[in-house]
């Protein structure tokens, strides 16, 4: 069974720093594409950042770019999030998302992100 | 980020049928079928109902169906049942800029 297992969030000052984690399970995790989604409250869903299998590209959301940095480490079936200058509109659920061949598949439950100004 | 379009709510009676838009350009829904729908329930992890327009993955009940028109793509879910009661995201392949992948802006599906 495919598990996504979300960590770190929590309540940061404006400017903080926080690192999330995903811990994954039950796939072949180096073969597979990640991303991290957020849902901020009473929005919709908002794409963050992708990496491909093996790091070789790392994409992010212009609303992220030069903040966050997204980072795998295979032999632990872990996903990461750098964040760093965090402000209040960073305040959401971000999801760990599997992408597939056709799209997203799998994700994770979340974790919750405050920023408190 | 460009949204796809979806209307904010939707709604139904037990055992009626609800169909939610989803409204991209030729540049994403017209263009790829990778067409999705996630379903979101307070809480728990946001599971994928629809995959490449149409299909469903193993375990969704064929209750939910996919369709696309030009550059709508629509969900139906008929025979609404209480559980349905969640809001629903469309997400299409896009591939503009760093971007792969854009998602609908969200309906509210109620079961009256």
């Known amino acids: 069974e495919v598990q996504l297992v979300e960590s770190g969030g929590g309540l940061v000052q404006r400017g903080g720093s926080l690192r999330l984690s995903c811990a994954a399970s039950?796939?072949?995790?180096?073969?597979?594409?990640m991303n991290w989604v957020r849902q901020a409250p009473g929005k919709g869903l908002e794409w963050v950042s992708y990496?491909?299998?093996?790091?070789?590209?790392?994409y992010y959301a212009d609303s992220v770019k030069g903040r966050f940095t997204i980072s795998r480490d295979d032999a632990k079936n872990s996903l990461y999030l750098q964040m760093n200058s965090l402000r209040a509109e960073d305040t959401a659920i971000y999801y760990c998302?599997?992408?597939?061949?056709?799209?997203?598949?799998?994700w994770g439950q979340g974790t919750l992100v405050t920023v408190s100004s | 980020q460009s949204a796809l379009t979806q209307p904010p709510s939707a709604s139904g009676s037990p055992g009626q049928s609800v169909t939610i838009s989803c409204t991209g350009t030729s540049s994403d829904v017209g263009a790829y079928n990778y067409v999705s729908w996630f379903q979101l329930h307070p809480g728990r992890a946001p599971k994928l109902i629809i995959y490449e327009v149409t299909k469903r993955p193993s375990g969704v009940p064929d209750r939910f169906s996919g369709s696309r028109s030009g550059n709508t793509a629509s969900l139906t879910v008929s025979g609404l049942q209480a559980e349905d009661e969640a809001d629903y995201f469309c997400s299409s392949y896009a591939n503009r800029n760093n971007l792969r992948f854009v998602f609908g802006t969200g309906t509210k599906v109620t079961v009256l």
């Open positions: 039950g796939f072949s995790f180096s073969t597979y594409s």
């Open positions: 990496i491909s299998s093996s790091s070789s590209a790392m």
């Open positions: 998302v599997r992408e597939g061949f056709s799209g997203y598949d799998f």
